[in-house]
């Protein structure tokens, strides 16, 4: 029992990881009908813009002997602030010109931007991993016989947070409403006088942000960065958009934890390295029975404008 | 002239769409296109409303500014020309109050969008009702209400109309046509495309009728409710 409790908190947190990526990629396809293949790198970028913010705060601050938790809530909103520009360039730079192109010019085009990412990095910082700054000691709590650390609780909490704040924001706020009438027929959406320009930034921005957030999360837990951690990660929480139903935003959060859980509970039964085999066969499964995952739509075949 | 169009061409690839129509309307003005099926009627609406693009030699002012320099969200947000496309295509996600606040979402100035929103309200009193409704879930003629609503809301000066009478009942249709009188009135000037001949015709004062996207005929509607080709060709024959 407490071993299976164990993994139910591991299974949060690595659905943490998934989710948050997750619904970038589900954002930007349900307003633009797109993939953006460079999310994963974008994730990338964020845990290493994270590290330069904690990196600069703590050399910073170092005379004023700042609250760890302080520092890191300042590093998330700097980092994800920042990466939220880089969304931007890559909108503007790498999609923008393609709107109306065939899809798969667009999807190679993301996955170009993205080796441009690990290519400029691995070209700047070199090879060497560098190792994400511990802004928060790790202490370790004991329940009972279940162990779990004050990270695992804050990188849950953190991701659901975030989770709840995009969806007051996409449900309350004007622009979140903007965005679901873009998603539901973004042809129109010029018609009301709300150019599709400002709408597709901010959805690049939002997403990239989450993804920076997740980011950060990674390397607290998993404090060793390198230029191609984004691209399982990528790929992973690309099938939990899949999963979740494209352009599904609820359905991306969920699938994102889902995934967290059929991976932890593969481990649980098969050896570590039949993991990502085994879960990743169920979810092939899945997908056939549910090809439009949980919460999609069939593709619409009616004639636009 | 509010609106001077001249050569108005629109190719879809190879095929030409609208071989360079001529025509203007006058602020306040209520003109109609009639034409069959497929004679280009919509294309020039969307050609007016930036959806489509022109071919280079086209003129289109619209209060001294060159249309052609505009994007689609642009001509509604800077010069107020609103298009209530074809089907409607409303936010079936969004309720009917969102859908109205969506059409305001590039006005600053909330007096004018409350001023316009009690408007619409009280030309049509069902769409207060259904405020908090999915619009996806209102009868076809509540749904054309909340089209022309969302138009209105825009800040528009010219609405730009296309088949607003499809779909309706024969009841709905005039009192959608009532609607569009009173909105009318209060200073939007007119440009409807119907198939609905009869009806456009006594609705408007003057009319252009289209066949494979040429004008072959314009004037008082009154004139051509009573000229033998267009009785014939859209008319139904003897009236």
Sequence with gaps: ?305 | MQMIVEKLKVSYGNIKALHGLDFSIAAGEIVCIIGANGAGKSTALKAISRLVPVESDTIMIFEGHDLTDYTPDRAVSKLGISHVPEGRRLFGNLTVLENLQLAAFARRDPNAIAEDMEKVFSIFPRLKERGKQMSGTLSGGEQQMLAVGRAYVTGRRMMLLDEPSMGLAPILMLSMFEALKEINRAGTTILLVEQNARLALNFAKRAYVIENGRIVLEGDSIDLLINPDVKNAYLGGQS
């Design chain 1, 1 to 305: 029992m407490e071993f299976f409790l164990q993994n139910v908190i591991n299974a949060l947190q690595w659905g943490s990881f998934y989710a948050l990526i997750a619904l970038g990629y589900s954002m930007v396809y349900s307003i633009l009908m797109l993939f953006n293949f460079t999310h994963g790198d974008i994730f990338m970028t964020g845990a290493y813009i994270g590290f330069g913010v904690a990196t600069a705060l703590l050399i910073l601050t170092a005379s004023l002997a700042l609250p760890g938790w302080l520092l890191l809530i300042v590093t998330i909103i700097i980092s994800m602030i920042l990466t939220s520009f880089l969304g931007i360039i890559v909108e503007r730079v790498g999609y923008r010109p393609l709107r109306d192109a065939p899809r798969a010019s667009a999807a190679i085009t993301g996955l170009m931007i993205g080796i441009i990412l690990e290519t400029g990095n691995l070209a700047v910082l070199g090879a060497q991993r560098l190792s994400f700054p511990a802004l928060i000691e790790t202490v370790t709590y004991d329940l009972g016989g279940v162990y779990f650390t004050n990270k695992k609780i804050l990188i849950v909490g953190v991701s659901l947070l975030m989770m709840l704040m995009l969806h007051a924001f996409i449900r309350k706020s004007r622009w979140g409403m903007a965005m679901r009438a873009m998603s539901y027929d973004y042809q129109v959406v010029p018609l009301m006088g709300v150019s599709l320009n400002i709408i597709a930034p901010m959805t690049f921005a939002i997403g990239s942000a989450l993804a920076a957030a997740a980011g950060i999360l990674y390397g607290m837990a998993y404090p060793v960065l390198d230029p191609y951690m984004g691209i399982l990660l990528g790929w992973k929480s690309f099938v939990a958009a899949i999963l979740g139903g494209r352009g599904s935003i609820l359905g991306a959060a969920l699938a994102g934890f889902m995934l967290g859980f059929i991976e932890i509970f593969t481990a649980m039964i098969f050896p570590s390295t039949f993991r990502d085999l085994i879960a990743y066969s169920i979810i092939l499964l899945i997908l056939t029975f549910r090809p439009y995952g949980f919460f999609g739509q069939p593709y619409s075949t009616q004639l636009r404008l």
